[in-house]
């Protein structure tokens, strides 16, 4: 078989398994209708919290087999051009990118906002050039699988996504961005202990 062009890593927990097959249905139908089947790996891992987060996004990006790697959140989902977009630019532009980029749909405590990644940013920010929440390269965007593994993600119950990003953004040269939403987040506040935390 040859190498998968894109891995795409779910971290889960037990709790999720509604949204989690959900999303695995929606990400399998798409790769299957856009004739990208053998193009695409899903990997995921679930634990009932055991582990930290963190530790979960290092042992997938370990485990990941493709050229490029993306993150998705067993309780968010993906717009419907997800996996063709995507694939199609890496397909194009492969051998000259580390990230493709794009926008986000946030639905926060029941308020929406948007989101962008892009390595034209190389720190997190809120508010700015008509954007809510300013991410450069992000666990949920498509990032050169080699680059990520030199930088990795570090054993932390939350914030484990910032440190990453903004630590591997500045080894990216080369980005295809895709200017419309393709990410839909979708967060709840709870106690990290609860939603991240080891278990006591």
């Known amino acids: 078989m040859t190498q998968p062009i894109l891995t795409i890593m779910i971290p889960t927990t037990p709790d999720r398994e509604r949204s989690f097959w959900k999303l695995m249905f929606e990400l399998e139908y798409q790769i299957e209708n856009n004739g990208f089947k053998g193009m695409v790996e899903i990997v995921y891992l679930c634990d009932n919290k055991e582990i930290s987060v963190g530790r979960k ?34 397909i194009k532009n492969k051998d000259n990118i580390d990230h493709v980029g ?8 029941g308020e929406r906002s948007k989101s962008i990644f892009s390595i034209r940013h190389q720190q997190w920010d809120e508010n700015k050039d008509g954007y809510d929440h300013i991410r450069c390269a992000n666990p949920k965007s498509v990032i050169r699988r080699e680059k990520a593994l030199l930088v ?13 990003s ?32 080891i278990q006591q």
């Not at 290092?58 to 996996?83: C, N, R, T």
């Not at 794009?102 to 405590?109: A, G, K, P």
């Not at 990795?152 to 990453?164: S, T, W």
């Open 57 to 90: 996004r290092q042992l997938l990006l370990e485990m990941a087999k493709g050229d490029f790697v993306v993150g998705i959140d067993s309780d968010d989902f993906v717009h419907p051009d997800y996996i063709g977009d995507i694939v199609s630019t890496l």
């Open 102 to 109: 794009f926008e986000e749909d946030c639905l926060i405590n």
């Open 152 to 164: 990795g993600y570090e054993d932390m119950r939350f914030g484990e996504d910032r440190v990453f």
């Open 166 to 197: 903004e630590a591997v953004t500045p080894l990216l040269v080369g980005e295809v961005y895709i200017d419309k939403p393709l990410y839909k987040y979708i967060h709840i506040s709870t106690d990290h202990n609860e939603r991240y935390g």
